[in-house]
């Protein structure tokens, strides 16, 4: 069998573009993935900052304003102290479990920003099911804190380990189902198509409307998972000098602070992706990028604007949690379970019926 030379060249041609397809996209997804990670990093920097200058509005006092213009590198000089402390070890605890317990805790926050989607398809992974994908990993974050308090060898550490375990699966319950509501609602699990759902009648057409019950147990539980005031028992002060965090220093304990805030940033991205209509206009029937006369799917002001609204939703509704730290006082482990297992539990059972028989009679 004789081939022909043109034939030989077009498949090493062939097999040439091939490669070069793959390399490219290697190189587009890490570069995607970098830049997520990068702009993750400026988000909990902004509202380290944010955090400061709010509390100290709300105290009237002056907050940080040395470190940069208006104190905004101060949490950057903060990690970078963090940085180049000494790393103590307790010297009868578990070292491996007191060392993977922080990057457990970091790695399973960070791996759920993959499904949050800040524009039109601007998204690293659009799967099916990707809230319940964030559910998932988001419930092995208490797992590294337990091996954390565990591992410090420490009855104060250790307590807080298993407060952070009991108030997680006390709260995800709740959690979960308020999401399970949202995905009927929008006859899907992905999280672009809920934000889709919510397009076609701009501001009234949010899912905050149509799940007020909802939304309020899913504040409530979300402001529990991230252990912000009043619901930071892990880390009570006054009973567990500082929980599972403790026995840290150095770099150890600042990705325990890098978690916490990572956490919350990632609540309210999903706040506004649920429930607050992500990066879709508020005025019915207008889009930015079609006011514009710009194509949805290329146009590099469309998706900046998209990005633009999506974090604009999210930072407004920081202030939620920031305020409660200084308005509201810590309730105690009882309540904590109480108000988990015997009120919104039941609340979010009924919502979740409520929806379903709703979206039966639609049919």
């Known amino acids: 069998m004789i081939i022909d030379t043109t034939e030989v060249q077009a498949i090493n041609s062939f097999s040439t573009s091939e490669s070069i397809k793959e390399i ?22 902004v509202i380290v900052w944010l955090e400061r200058e709010i509390s100290a509005t709300i105290q009237q006092r002056i907050g940080p304003e040395y470190a940069g213009p208006l104190g ?14 000494e790393d103590l070890l307790p010297s009868r605890g578990d070292i491996r479990l007191f060392s993977v317990g922080p990057s457990i805790a970091v790695i399973s926050i960070l791996l759920s920003y993959l499904v949050i989607p800040f524009g039109y398809r601007l998204v690293l992974g659009d799967l099916s099911i990707g809230v319940f994908l964030w559910i998932t990993i988001s419930s092995i974050a208490p797992i590294g804190l337990l091996m954390s308090g565990y591992g410090s060898n420490n009855k104060y550490s250790f307590s807080g380990g298993l407060r952070a375990a009991a108030q997680s699966i006390s709260y995800e319950i709740p959690l979960t189902l308020c999401v399970l509501s949202i995905s009927l609602l929008s006859n899907s699990s992905s999280t672009v198509d809920i934000v889709e759902a919510q397009s076609k009648y701009g501001f009234w057409g949010w899912n905050l409307w149509r799940q007020p019950i909802g939304f309020i147990v899913f504040l409530i539980s979300s402001l529990a998972e991230c ?6 028992l892990p880390e009570a002060e006054e009973e567990l000098v500082a929980g599972y965090q403790t026995e840290y220093s150095g770099i150890k304990f600042g990705l325990f602070y890098i978690a916490s805030y990572l956490n919350l940033l990632l609540s309210s991205l999903f706040v506004t992706v649920l429930y607050l209509g992500g990066w879709n206009f508020s005025i019915p029937y207008i889009s930015i990028p079609e006011l514009f006369g710009i194509n949805k799917m290329a146009g590099v002001f469309g998706i900046t604007i998209g990005i633009f609204i999506t974090l604009a939703k999210a930072y407004l509704f ?15 482990m009882d309540q904590l379970l109480n108000l988990g297992w015997k009120f919104l539990l039941p609340i979010s059972l009924g919502n979740l019926l409520l929806t ?3 979206q039966l009679v639609s049919l």
């Open 356 to 358: 379903t028989s709703s």
């Open 227 to 232: 252990e912000r005031l009043p619901f930071d």
């Open 24 to 45: 490219y996209g290697f190189i587009w997804m890490f570069v995607s993935i970098f830049t997520l990670i990068f702009g993750i990093i400026i988000g909990v920097l």
């Open 318 to 332: 920081l202030f939620i949690p920031i305020t409660t730290r200084w308005t509201l006082p810590r309730i105690r």
């Open 72 to 85: 905004i590198l101060q949490a950057l000089a903060d990690g970078t102290k963090l940085l180049f402390k």
